[in-house]
């Protein structure tokens, strides 16, 4: 990753939130504070998937009102967004139809947006279904650092009472670098201490499939290599740990979040097989869906885009 791409995610000029309209008093508090911190224009973006303008006249026959249904959504977005000029941040709102996934993608490219909010459930059944779905096509697609911000999660008052954490996941690849320097970017801009992390299968498991001993030192000796990697850059002056856990990835992820109180997650997708397994045993759905603080996910670079698949064919993360 180059210096100009690492700053520009670490302080991104334009926040996309992408929001089922249910999930703006969870997912603008963060938007607003990350925007403070980078001086950033937050756009918030709702999108009309197939058959939410369908309404009913007083005879119970359906009819199509798109116009009838992005007029709720603006006057819902409306308070959010002058909550944000208030507190002189560039705001606008704007509703789409189409895919949902394919119109955030699209908005991602159109207005330039170097971080990208959206949620992990909502309220009702089958929206929680379909913004699952949402969310996993649009991790596997945009080149941009993505802010998961699950029900779980809240924006803590009086933070600047403790040191700030910012947690990092890693499987050690030499693919997962990237997300580790840009964690390191961060915790440096909020003056927070680094926690690079790495989990090993349960011990009983390792013993059961004869996998080498030692293998705890080894990642250990790893994660310092790479803390010292990241740690040589001018930009990031941080305090950095190293932990080694063994267990199941996401339960030890959110139970190292929990002790350390973090602040943010950051995760990095290796490659497609490595992101296409953790989806399917759902790792990274736990991570995202439980965490009590946003979780910042990066694709790898050289990672190519699954195709989006139709609409019949969405799975939830």
């Known amino acids: 990753m180059s210096d100009a791409g690492l700053n520009r995610w670490a302080h991104p000029s334009v926040i996309l ?78 509703v789409r139809e189409g895919s949902p996934a394919q119109q955030i993608i699209a908005a991602t490219r159109q207005f330039n947006a170097h971080r990208l909010f959206v949620g992990t459930r909502s309220r009702s059944k089958v929206s929680k279904l379909l913004l699952g779905s949402v969310a996993e096509q649009v991790l596997r697609s945009v080149n941009l650092p993505v802010i998961t911000v699950g029900p779980a999660a809240h924006l803590e008052v009086n933070v600047d009472a403790r040191q700030r954490v910012v947690l990092h996941a890693t499987t050690l690849r030499e693919a997962s670098s990237p997300s580790a320097a840009l964690a390191c970017q961060i915790a440096s801009d909020r003056k927070a201490r680094l926690v690079l992390l790495h989990v090993l299968p349960p011990v009983d498991e390792m013993e059961r499939e004869h996998l080498p001993t030692g293998l705890d030192s080894t990642a250990m000796r790893e994660l310092r290599i790479l803390a010292a990697e990241i740690g ?86």
């Open 17 to 94: 939130v992408a929001t089922d309209l249910s999930d703006l008093d969870r997912l603008i508090p963060f938007a607003l504070q990350q925007a403070h911190q980078s001086n950033a224009r937050i756009i918030l973006l709702h999108v009309l998937g197939p058959g939410v303008g369908i309404a009913a006249d007083a005879a119970g026959m359906p009819y199509y009102d798109p116009a009838g249904a992005i007029d709720f959504a603006i006057r819902t977005m409306e308070p959010w967004r002058m909550k944000a000029r208030g507190q002189e941040i560039p705001c606008d709102a704007i």
């Open 232 to 317: 040589a850059t001018d930009s990031c002056c941080v305090e950095v740990d190293t932990r080694v856990a063994h267990g199941h990835p996401a339960i030890e992820i959110l139970a190292a979040s929990v002790d350390l109180g973090a602040d943010l997650i950051v995760l990095g997708s290796t490659h497609r097989s490595s992101i296409h397994n953790l989806t399917h045993d759902r790792t990274i759905y736990r991570v995202l869906a439980h965490a009590r603080c946003p979780v910042l996910t990066l694709r790898d670079e050289e990672e190519v885009p699954d195709p989006i698949p139709p609409e019949h064919d969405k799975i939830s993360l």
